[in-house]
């Protein structure tokens, strides 16, 4: 029997995420695969377990609910910022992304979701939250 795919492995897979409507967010097909030590949190969880117990030739797909991937989406994630808080020259347009400050030294990105003469309404929720997300997993090695 082949050697199956266990926490503490380094593998590495082919994937292609998709959202349910079909919408292909990522994937590892046109170039390196990804590489990851299974049960190291590096990859979300259930991605993570989708891949244990595979060996290497296996194919499979996968569907992963919210919670086991980037969590639901969250109301609170979205902030309203008074334009004239923003730097001179800052601009936002909605659907840029912007590189913003948290807490002193820690960065997060914040999705511009409205733009108003006054108001700028940030979302910190990752792109994918509340998402049920698809993938196509290919086991290409274990090291």
Partial sequence: MAKQANEGDL????????LEDGTVFDTSREGDPLEFKLGSGA???????????????DSREIRIAP???????????????PRSEFPDGIDPDEGELLGIEV????Q???????????????DLNHPLAGQTLVFDIELVAIR
């Fill in 11 to 18: 593998v590495s897979v082919h994937y292609t995420g998709r």
């Fill in 43 to 57: 990859v979300i969880e259930g991605f993570d377990k989708a891949v244990a117990g595979m060996a290497v030739g």
């Fill in 67 to 81: 919670e086991d991937a980037y969590g639901p989406r969250r109301d609170e994630m979205e902030l309203e910022v």
């Fill in 103 to 106: 807490a002193p030294g820690q």
């Fill in 108 to 122: 997060a990105v914040a999705r511009v979701a409205g733009v108003s003469d006054d108001l700028i309404t940030l």
